[in-house]
């Protein structure tokens, strides 16, 4: 990480088990070379997303978050995607409005085979956050961060 | 509305014998407010409040009174909420007893106060047409509706209970105000995304984590069980960073992604005054876009993310 400090940033994946998961699987298999900001985060399905751990992740310091899971009508459990696309759809109007770029998170289908995909996806991706650089930070900190910072200042004074 | 109390009156008269309550407004401690009325016996029937000062949403009672037979007040944006309800089974309709009213527009009474002053001798508040007539030690002070009424007042999509058993007085359209003031939603879309996270970080380092929004809200049905007190997971910290704040602001918003009415109990109950209904209105706004829906209008429909089409007509997914 350290080699990497100020290079990469912080790109969050949440990909389900049975198809994106083994769609990185294959990218890597196939050695496709990729970018490595992505730290990516296993889950049974899509649809076992909730939208608040995206914005967990964005409010824990994630610079971009990026969600695959298998292609519509081919979910390993029927209709897990089917929900998660509509929930996905309803955090996209939530995040701008708190201030997270909407560049900063999208959401795919890539199946097991398509490692090259995969290998698309991920570096379009990375390269769309790095454009929009490191996610703004909060300014302050807690209410007794501030107090201690006022009681530094007056005794400065 | 002199008429129409006489009405509802008489009409939770007759209604009160085959029911265990009636839920209904009175006067409270606040001049500006009027205050839930909990009726069980006629007498206290003569003690029912109707006029712009009656504020709060009472549909909120009705999930934890569940077995009971409750008759409600209740006012256009009220009778969405319970309609929500209804929708998502959380209240059965047999045990409801509806009680519907014309609404001219409820008071806010934060800002009623800065424009009155003192509140001393405030007898009666009325609205008709443009303007709110405050009857104060028997002196008719009249103020425009644009700073006195409540913010979700001014797109008020129906002002009238659209789904009730009886239904008091006349029907009516929304109060017609001019001048509508900026939303904060409007003011956000002019600013930066960087900005937006900082007005956010600056609403929410005032935030003193009462959680009255969650309380106030008729859809925060898990109240005790809330995500925002779990500890596995554990998505909000206890430190009194704007990040955890607006983190459960998130909570909330997304929890009733679909379901928000836009009471606009969130706002009223907040001691700060933060505009946290925004997050909703911006939700609520894209869920139209995308599917055609509006909370709390069809007791029979379902909410949208309780749902799904193979064939999603208005998602338009990105093409890699």
């Known amino acids: 990480m350290s080699v ?151 005794q400065v004074l | 509305m002199a008429s129409s109390i006489d009405d509802l009156k008489s009409a939770i008269k007759k209604a009160l014998p085959d029911l265990d309550m009636v839920i209904a407004w009175a006067a409270g401690p606040d001049p500006l407010s009027h205050t839930p009325l909990f009726i069980t016996e006629e007498a206290d029937i003569e003690r029912i409040e109707w006029d712009p000062r009656c504020s709060q949403n009472l549909a909120g009672y009705l999930p934890g009174l569940r077995g009971k037979k409750v008759g409600i007040v209740v006012k256009g944006c009220d009778a969405r909420s319970l309609v929500e309800l209804l929708q998502e089974k959380l209240i059965d309709r ?57 913010k979700k007042c001014f797109t008020c999509t129906g002002a009238d209970a659209e789904v009730c058993d009886h239904f008091i007085g006349e029907h009516g359209q929304p109060p017609q105000v001019t001048d509508i003031p900026a939303t904060t939603l409007e003011e956000l879309q002019a600013m930066s995304m960087e900005e937006r996270l900082h007005f956010w970080e600056d609403q929410m380092s005032r935030c003193i984590r009462c959680y009255a929004c969650r309380s106030a809200c008729p859809l925060c049905v898990c109240q005790d069980h809330c995500a925002a007190q779990s500890r596995e997971p554990h998505w909000v910290d206890q430190t009194d960073h704007p990040r955890e704040k607006l983190m459960f602001q998130a909570i909330h918003a997304l929890h009733t992604a679909g379901r928000c009415t836009e009471c606009g109990e969130c706002e009223r109950a907040c001691p700060m005054g933060l505009p946290i209904m925004t997050l909703k209105q911006a939700l609520n706004l894209s869920i139209q876009d995308l599917f055609d829906y509006k909370a709390g209008t069809d007791p029979d429909q379902a909410p949208p993310l309780f749902e799904f089409r193979e064939e999603e007509k208005n998602i338009k997914e990105r093409d890699w």
Request: neutral net charge; hydrophobic residues 40%.
């Open chain 2, 94 to 150: 047999e045990d409801v007893t509806i009680f519907g009213l014309h609404c001219t527009g409820a008071v806010d009474a934060r800002t009623a106060r800065k424009a009155l002053g003192s509140l001393r001798g405030l007898e009666s508040v009325s609205i008709d047409g443009g303007t709110a007539s405050f009857s104060v030690s028997g002196e008719s002070k009249t103020l425009p509706l644009a700073g006195v009424l409540q």
């Open chain 1, 4 to 154: 990497n400090e100020g290079k990469e940033l912080r790109i969050i994946g949440f990909l389900c088990n049975w198809c994106s998961y083994a769609g990185a699987d294959t990218a890597g298999v196939g050695r496709f070379a990729q970018p490595t900001d992505l730290r990516i985060v296993r889950l049974p399905c899509t649809g076992r997303i909730n939208p608040l751990f995206i914005v967990r992740a964005f409010m824990n310091g994630a610079d971009g978050v990026l969600v695959s899971g298998c292609h519509p009508r081919d979910c390993h459990y029927s209709e897990g995607n089917f929900y998660a696309r509509r929930r996905l759809e309803v955090l996209k109007a939530l995040l701008p409005v708190i201030g997270v770029d909407p560049g900063r998170f999208e959401y795919t289908w890539v199946s097991a085979s398509e490692g090259q995909r995969w290998r698309s996806v991920v570096t379009s991706f990375t390269e769309q956050v790095h454009a929009l650089g490191p996610m703004p930070s909060f300014k302050s900190g807690t209410s007794l961060d501030m107090c201690l910072c006022q009681m530094d200042q007056t």
